[in-house]
T-cell receptor, first 114, second 115 residues
């Protein structure tokens, strides 16, 4: 079956530091890959996505590149802000048996201090 | 755009009580699903539906029922609440009519406490 593995948190950084959150996946087919963000007290929302190998998704200064050879989709940001404090989920979808229900990682909490 | 609407936002139940968590979407999405979120466990799929009249079990279905009589609504029923069902519940919807590269949309969540 499909699975997504994320680095465990929390990740604690100072403002303007560089961020990397690792994500690797296992899939039976050719998935689409996503990063979702959950701010305190809210639901998940899409941060960025990539649908084929070597695609780079980007949004709000965050980036992730779909690496098929290493089955990875690591999230990066060059300079984090306090407002980036949230939980980040890596996810995939693919057409396995006609079901497109997403598979999520366990989430990584990011705490950014001023 | 309302998107995905969940009600209630907060609920406290006594052990053994039953209740229904409501979820409605106005995007004409065919896929809807329910997750629970617990500390350290991420999101776990409870039940899902690929269209009106069609439902299936996810990873943790025990103690929950669902039905999908319309495209818009996907209620989650707790039959006899237990403290182990204390969690935050999220409803999500999605459409893959253009392939599986489209994202899921989530409600704001229902925080349930069973005492």
């Amino acid at each position: 079956g499909n699975s997504v593995t994320q680095m465990e948190g929390p990740v604690t950084l100072s403002e303007e530091a560089f961020l990397t959150i690792n994500c690797t996946y296992t899939a039976t087919g050719y998935p689409s890959l996503f990063w979702y963000v959950q701010y305190p007290g809210e639901g998940l929302q899409l941060l960025l996505k990539a649908t084929k190998a070597d695609d780079k998704g980007s949004n709000k200064g965050f980036e992730a590149t779909y690496r098929k050879e290493t089955t990875s989709f690591h999230l990066e940001k060059g300079s984090v802000q306090v407002s980036d404090s949230a939980v980040y989920f890596c996810a995939l979808t693919e057409s396995t048996g006609g079901s497109y229900i997403p598979t999520f990682g366990r989430g990584t909490s990011l705490i950014v201090h001023p | 755009n309302a998107g995905v609407t969940q009600t209630p936002k907060f609920q406290v139940l006594k052990t053994g009580q039953s209740m229904t968590l409501q979820c409605a979407q106005d995007m004409n999405h065919e896929y809807m699903s329910w997750y629970r979120q617990d500390p350290g466990m991420g999101l776990r799929l409870i039940h899902y539906s690929v269209g009106a009249g069609i439902t299936d079990q996810g990873e943790v279905p025990n103690g929950y029922n669902v039905s999908r009589s319309t495209t818009e609504d996907f209620p989650l029923r707790l039959l006899s609440a237990a403290p182990s069902q204390t969690s935050v519940y999220f409803c999500a919807s999605s459409s893959y009519s253009r392939g599986w590269g489209t994202e899921a949309f989530f409600g704001q969540g229902t925080r349930l406490t069973v005492v």
